[in-house]
């Protein structure tokens, strides 16, 4: 059974830290990786993917890549109370399998 | 002004009624998918579709049934058979790529059988 998992939370952290955010994924041949921010009540909103080992910037946000160890991460800087929000990562397989993996999400709570 | 749109954004069924959510997207994606969304289980895949007048059967598809006639259209029938069908229902499309099939979401249906 492919799986992704995340820890739950609740993720606290005081306004204008680092939120730091992990996933960490069973099949090895998943090649593309997803950082998505859910509001409640609201639909999924993509922050980033990445593929390739190593780090991806895109403004406050950075994910992390470590396929040896098979985890991701996002981190969060400068994070803002409008980060609090339900963080899921998503993994997808290799080949013509378009199907992704999801977690099932960490709380974070930032706290002003 | 691309996106994709359900509708309608909430729905109240009877029990042993169908009901069909609507997916539209004017996005030029290839690929169409439905998720359900119950508190504390993640995103669970209902079906997904690469091609028009092609689909696949996800995780979770016994009650439900979906069509693609047309590329921008991906609808779903919450049947009778399916027991539990009060959920929050999701439609996303993404490309078709070498390494990468970014998934972009619709606001979502929320259905409730009274």
């Known amino acids: 059974q492919k799986e992704v998992e995340q820890n739950s939370g609740p993720l ?42 190593g780090d991806k910037e895109d403004g406050r946000f950075t994910a992390q890549l470590n396929k040896a160890s098979q ?32 977690g099932l999400g960490t709380s974070l709570a930032v706290n002003p | 002004d691309g996106g994709i749109t359900q509708s309608p954004k909430y729905l109240f069924r009877k029990e042993g009624q169908n009901v069909t959510l609507s997916c539209e997207q004017n996005l030029n994606h290839d690929a169409m998918y439905w998720y359900r969304q119950d508190p504390g289980q993640g995103l669970r895949l209902i079906y997904y579709s690469q091609i028009v007048n092609d689909f696949q059967k996800g995780d979770i598809a016994e009650g439900y049934s979906v069509s693609r006639e047309k590329k921008e259209s991906f609808p779903l029938t919450v049947t009778s058979a399916q027991k539990n069908p009060t959920a929050f229902y999701l439609c996303a499309s993404s490309i078709i790529g070498p390494r990468t099939d970014t998934q972009y979401f619709g606001p979502g249906t929320r259905l409730t059988v009274l």
Do not use: H
Not at chain 1, 30 to 36: A, C, G, H, K, L
Not at chain 1, 74 to 95: F, H
């Open chain 1, 12 to 53: 606290s952290v005081p306004e204008g830290a680092i939120a730091s955010l992990n996933c960490t994924y069973s099949d090895r041949g998943s090649q593309s990786f997803f950082w998505y921010r859910q509001y409640s009540g609201k639909s999924p909103e993509l922050i980033m993917f990445i593929y390739s080992n």
């Open chain 1, 71 to 102: 985890y991701v991460s996002l981190l969060i800087r400068d994070s803002q109370p409008s980060d609090s929000a339900t963080y899921l990562c998503a993994a997808r397989g290799a080949g013509n399998n378009r199907k992704l993996i999801w």
